[in-house]
């Protein structure tokens, strides 16, 4: 069973606007990863936070991490056109054992 | 910047028939990924390889499928008889340590169609 879950499943917002995207989890990790995809494309890695890490930047992404609710939040700001894709919230439990949940469809408009 | 390759892109076979895919993982990366994603799905992980060896097969169905990574570059996946439920993508992935923490690198995928 996957163990990431996000939420909300599918997210329709206008451009410049925000876009937040939350994966719970059940079990505790060593990290937790975010990552891309467009439609019929592979996966593209955006950001990792280590479970000793709250918060990380990178660009106009910010990722929060609450070890203690087992839940994570990726921001996206000042949102594009072109960030319209599927996000993927990916729990490592150690070394390399990731488990990827089912994903959030953001869709921003022109 | 290097990729991770993987052909073909598309694949349309008939049920019963045999099918094979194959990945060609970034110079350098020990670890490589075998992933199915079903539609509107994230991706499961099918095989795990650390170089030649299988590290976790766990959730592959073995009757049917089967990975190899003989010298420990490149890989095959293959699904003989090929099943109209093996309709997905079969993503490729690979990896190696960056302080102490592993990210996949993904390639663009082979989308499976069974008729």
């Known amino acids: 069973s996957q163990q990431g879950e996000e939420d909300p499943q599918a997210l329709s917002i206008q451009e410049g606007e925000n876009a937040t995207m939350n994966c719970s989890y059940k079990?505790?990790?060593?990290?937790l990863q975010w990552y891309r995809q467009n439609s019929g494309r592979g996966l593209v890695h955006l950001i990792l936070?280590?479970?000793?890490?709250r918060e990380k930047h990178s660009g106009r992404l910010r990722v929060t991490l609450d070890t203690s609710k087992k839940s994570s939040s990726l921001l996206i700001t000042a949102s594009r056109a072109a960030d319209t894709a599927s996000y993927f919230c990916?729990?490592?439990?150690?070394?390399?054992?990731?488990?990827f949940g089912p994903g959030t469809r953001l869709s921003v408009l022109p | 910047e290097a990729e991770v390759a993987q052909s073909p892109r598309y694949k349309i076979t008939e049920k019963s028939q045999a099918v094979a895919f194959w990945c060609d993982p970034i110079?350098?990366?020990?670890?490589l990924y075998w992933y199915r994603q079903i539609l509107g799905q994230g991706p499961e992980l099918l095989v795990q390889?650390?170089?030649?060896?299988?590290?976790?097969d766990s959730q592959l169905p073995k009757d049917r499928f089967s990975a190899e990574r003989l010298k420990g570059v490149d890989s095959t996946l293959k699904i003989q008889p090929a099943e109209l439920g093996d309709s997905a993508m079969y993503l490729c992935?690979?990896?190696?340590?960056?302080?102490?923490?592993?990210?996949?690198?993904f390639g663009p995928g082979t989308r499976l169609t069974v008729t």
């Open positions: 992935a690979s990896s190696t340590p960056r302080d102490g923490y592993y990210e996949q690198y």
């Open positions: 079990t505790s990790i060593n990290n």
């Open positions: 936070i280590r479970s000793n890490e």
């Open positions: 990916a729990t490592v439990f150690y070394g390399q054992n990731f488990v």
């Open positions: 110079s350098g990366h020990a670890t």
């Open positions: 390889f650390q170089d030649e060896s299988v590290v976790d």
